[in-house]
Nanobody, 123 residues
């Protein structure tokens, strides 16, 4: 079984930064496609970013380069650096993983999910 645990969320003022981490179990971590999603109350779960085993990345256009996804396979950990945060970034952030994804922006493509970590950005 694969387990994912997010950390690093919290309260920050608009314009500030946070770095989220996702620690993963399993010997096959280095081969997984990893992704970040977020969900605000009353909203659908939205794609944030994805990273493949070789380091290729993909981001949602709405973030305009403010977020950076990375991974450290030796530590079985994925990261999301969030800069210039806005109140509309407030949400629960989830990490996800799968051995294969055909549509990286679709939550249904990911097999494993973490419990989520709350990010709150004050105005």
């Amino acid at each position: 079984q694969v387990q994912l645990v997010e950390s690093g969320g919290g309260l920050v003022q608009a314009g500030g930064s946070l770095r989220l981490s996702c620690a993963a179990s399993g010997r096959a971590f280095s081969s997984y496609v990893m992704g970040w999603f977020r969900q605000a109350p009353g909203k659908e779960r939205d794609f944030v970013a994805a990273i493949w085993s070789g380091g290729s990345t993909y981001y949602t256009d709405s973030l305009k380069g403010r977020f950076t996804i990375s991974r450290d396979n030796a530590k079985n950990t994925m990261y999301l650096q969030m800069n210039s945060l806005k109140p509309e970034d407030t949400a629960v952030y989830y990490c996800a993983a799968s051995g294969l994804v055909r549509i990286p922006t679709a939550p249904r493509e990911y097999y494993y999910w973490g419990q989520g970590t709350q990010v709150t950005v004050s105005s």
